[in-house]
T-cell receptor
Framework: GDSVTQMEGPVTLSEEAFLTINCTYTATGYPSLFWYVQYPGEGLQLLLKATKADDKGSNKGFEATYRKETTSFHLEKGSVQVSDSAVYFCALGVSAGGTSYGKLTFGQGTILTVHP | DGGITQSPKYLFRKEGQNVTLSCEQNLNHDAMYWYRQDPGQGLRLIYYSQIVNDFQKGDIAEGYSVSREKKESFPLTVTSAQKNPTAFYLC????????????FGDGTRLSIL
């Protein structure tokens, strides 16, 4: 079945440090890939997405490239801020036609803490 | 602004009680979903609905029930059969049956008294 594996956290960085959160996946079909962010006490917000191989998703300084050859979708940011402290979830979705639905499969989440 | 509203934010349940979590969306989305989140784990799908008056079990439906009588509403009932209900519950919606991307509410935290 489909699965997503994220690097284990928590990840602790100083402000302006470089961030990488690794995400690899296994899937049948041709998945779309997503990064969601969850701030304390809130729901998930879509951070970025990529729908096909070699696509790069980007938003708020975060980037991730859909690498089909390595089945990866690593999240990166060049200079993190305290306000980036949150839980980050990698997810994949495989759309199916007909009466099927597009299920999202989530990784376990990575807690990021950024110190001033 | 359009969005998903979950209520209440915090909910307490006594042993043997059923409780209902509310989820309302004004995004005019066809599909709605309920997820359960436990510490250190990803989200697990409880139920989903692609269209009014239709819903399907997700990966962990036992002990839960739902209804979809209106497009904008998808309430979740946690029954007494759910032996470990303490968790953070998230409702989501998507514009169509393809399901991507999904938009989330702010969640309801359920605890057992």
């Amino acid at each position: 079945g489909d699965s997503v594996t994220q690097m284990e956290g928590p990840v602790t960085l100083s402000e302006e440090a470089f961030l990488t959160i690794n995400c690899t996946y296994t899937a049948t079909g041709y998945p779309s890939l997503f990064w969601y962010v969850q701030y304390p006490g809130e729901g998930l917000q879509l951070l970025l997405k990529a729908t096909k191989a070699d696509d790069k998703g980007s938003n708020k300084g975060f980037e991730a490239t859909y690498r089909k050859e390595t089945t990866s979708f690593h999240l990166e940011k060049g200079s993190v801020q305290v306000s980036d402290s949150a839980v980050y979830f990698c997810a994949l979705g495989v759309s199916a036609g007909g009466t099927s639905y597009g299920k999202l499969t989530f990784g376990q989440g990575t807690i990021l803490t950024v110190h001033p | 602004d359009g969005g998903i509203t979950q209520s209440p934010k915090y909910l307490f349940r006594k042993e043997g009680q059923n409780v209902t979590l509310s989820c309302e969306q004004n995004l005019n989305h066809d599909a709605m979903y309920w997820y359960r989140q436990d510490p250190g784990q990803g989200l697990r799908l409880i139920y989903y609905s692609q269209i009014v008056n239709d819903f399907q079990k997700g990966d962990i439906a036992e002990g839960y029930s739902v209804s979809r009588e209106k497009k904008e509403s998808f309430p979740l009932t946690v029954t007494s059969a759910q032996k470990n209900p303490t968790a953070f519950y998230l409702c989501a919606s998507s514009v169509d049956r393809a399901g991507q991307p999904q938009h989330f509410g702010d969640g309801t935290r359920l605890s057992i008294l």
